[in-house]
């Protein structure tokens, strides 16, 4: 085999890097499951529902189409969609052909979503503040939000900051 067909080795990670690596993954593991455990707990919402409703109460009119609601919760169209239905059957979402274009259709927060939104949110604002901020120092608090938009610019450039649905 000639040097230039040969495979170049994987550029395997240091201790330190695999450490980070490792710690990385079990937050991203674990974190979310946290999160989801007491939201079903104390709101009757899985994570995917609050971050929905989340979603659409940032939005201009509190309304988006389908298709950017996904990008927003990070799920796909499908089970957007049964989400959006049962949310809808709870009277908390309504959908609606998009004025602008008939083909597009549009996820808006009732009244009664955002009531539950509200409600819910200081749950999971303490849940938030429990497991990750009150774990750091304020100077790690920027750390971490530098860390996370670099982290998000390699992984999506095109979303990234996803705490703020665009219209």
């Keep these: 085999m000639s040097e230039s067909s040969e ?3 994987p550029n395997w990670l240091s ?14 593991i674990k ?27 940032d939005a201009p009119e509190r309304m988006l189409p389908m298709s950017r609601l996904a990008l927003f919760a ?5 089970r957007l969609s049964h989400v959006v239905k049962r949310l809808e ?8 052909p998009s004025a602008q ?17 509200a409600a819910s949110a200081p749950g999971h604002v303490e849940a938030a503040r429990g497991y990750v901020i009150d774990a750091l120092t304020p100077e790690q608090i920027s ?8 982290i998000l610019e390699r992984v999506d450039p095109a979303e990234s900051c996803p705490t703020v649905p665009k219209g």
Excluded: C
């Excluded at 201790?15 to 991203?28: C, S």
């Design 7 to 9: 495979i170049a080795a």
């Design 15 to 28: 201790p330190d890097e695999l450490r980070a690596w490792m710690t990385l993954t079990a937050v991203l």
């Design 31 to 57: 974190l979310p499951s946290a999160l989801d455990v007491q939201l079903q707990r104390d709101a009757g919402l899985s994570h995917f529902e609050y971050l929905v409703l989340a979603g659409l109460s």
């Design 74 to 78: 990070n799920g796909s169209l499908s």
């Design 89 to 96: 059957t709870r009277g908390w979402i309504r959908r609606k």
């Design 101 to 117: 274009d008939g083909r597009i259709t549009m996820a808006e927060l009732t009244d009664e979503g955002f009531a539950k939104l």
């Design 143 to 150: 750390q971490l939000r530098e860390i996370g938009e670099a």
